[in-house]
């Protein structure tokens, strides 16, 4: 069993930053690739960004590349999203994820959340 928790989400004007955090408990975290996801209200779930489980590899949305930017601390066994040039579309529940893979799987593959974190960008 895993325990993923959100932080560091928050109002903020577009064109700013924020940078989330996702502490894990339970299954050795640093062994596997980790995500993040968001979901907008009355939207489906997307995947956001992948990290493989070193760290060596990651991937993006397309709606994110160039702004968002994935990392690890298997020390401390936490994960970061660094968001840059907030958008208003970039608005919703953002959550982490973990898998059991050591590279990225396929966003159906990940198979434990968190609670989420509420990110809000305003125009």
């Known amino acids: 069993q895993v325990q993923l928790v959100e932080s560091g989400g928050g109002l903020v004007q577009a064109g700013g930053s924020l940078r989330l955090s996702c502490a894990g408990s339970?299954?050795?975290?640093?062994?596997?690739?980790m995500g993040w996801f968001r979901q907008a209200p009355g939207k489906e779930r997307e995947f956001v960004a992948g990290?493989?489980?070193?760290?060596?590899?990651?991937n993006y949305a397309e709606s994110v590349k160039g702004r968002f930017f994935i990392s690890r601390d298997n020390a401390k066994n936490i994960l970061y999203l660094q968001m840059n040039s907030l958008k208003p579309e970039d608005t919703a529940v953002y959550y982490c994820?973990?898998?059991?893979?050591?590279?990225?799987?396929?966003?159906?593959?990940?198979?434990?959340w968190g609670q989420g974190t509420q990110v809000t960008v305003s125009s």
């Open positions: 339970g299954r050795p975290l640093t062994r596997y690739a």
């Open positions: 994820a973990s898998s059991v893979s050591f590279l990225i799987p396929p966003p159906s593959d990940f198979d434990s």
């Open positions: 990290i493989s489980w070193a760290g060596g590899d990651t």
